[in-house]
């Protein structure tokens, strides 16, 4: 099978599997991800086919949407297989997949190219007014409130205290968004984070002034 029936049957079968989600991980967030990941990847000359493949597959294995972390990498790795995926490539995928999570700041950092690009695709999703959108959106799903004053934001926890405790959206600001430019592997992504970053702290500003009333 050549590379691009590989990806056109990657895309195919993501959109089945992930068009109905409602908690920011649905197949346009895979969209803007994969375009990001080319867009970074041309940049800084990464494996292109490997950075599309990743890209589109990595919400596919996410454990917030598997019985578990393993289950879902199962599940890739069993259609990287079925679909003739070399197997250097596949992994290649499965390795950027299984290491690029946040996970509260606990992963180490990746360590090729085609994960850096992926990993900053992901996490510029994750900031900016797309990245303001995906928080109210996946704190609705999980049943969190929007804000709460009396609740400080967590520190030092562990993966499964970030997945599953008590949070709201507009503390996820600072447990994730406000750290992800910081976070950037790529020069190309760290241009492209300022902006993001920007508009978020603004957005933040405007938000507590709102809430109390003030303007």
């Given amino acids: 099978m050549t590379r691009e029936r590989i990806l056109q049957q990657a895309r195919t079968w993501v959109q089945e599997q992930l068009a109905g989600d409602s908690s920011g991980h649905d197949w346009w967030h895979i969209y803007r991800v994969t375009e990001l990941a080319m867009r970074i990847g041309k940049a800084e000359k990464a494996d292109l086919f490997v950075c599309e493949l990743a890209a589109l597959l990595h919400d596919i294995a996410d454990e917030k949407l598997n019985p578990s972390a393993q289950a879902g990498m199962a599940k890739v790795a069993t259609w990287l297989e079925a679909n003739g995926v070399p197997a250097r490539d596949a992994a290649h995928v499965l390795a950027i997949i299984?290491?690029?999570?946040?996970?509260?700041?606990?992963?180490?950092?990746?360590?090729?190219?085609?994960?850096?690009?992926?990993?900053?695709?992901?996490?510029?999703?994750?900031?900016?007014?797309?990245?303001?959108a995906r928080v109210f959106a996946y704190a609705g799903w999980k049943g969190h409130l929007m804000h709460d004053p009396s609740q400080a934001p967590r520190t030092a926890m562990t993966p499964e205290e970030y997945r599953s405790g008590k949070n709201t959206a507009i503390n996820h600001f600072y447990e994730k968004l406000l750290k992800l430019k910081g976070l950037m592997n790529t020069g190309t992504a760290r241009q492209m984070a300022e902006h993001r970053h920007q508009f978020m702290e603004t957005y933040l500003e405007q938000f507590y002034r709102e809430w109390e009333g003030s303007r």
Avoid: C
């Avoid at 509260?104 to 996490?123: F, L, M, S």
């Fill in 98 to 132: 299984g290491t690029m999570s946040y996970k509260g700041g606990n992963n180490k950092p990746v360590r090729t190219r085609e994960a850096q690009v992926v990993q900053d695709a992901d996490r510029l999703d994750a900031i900016g007014a797309m990245g303001i």
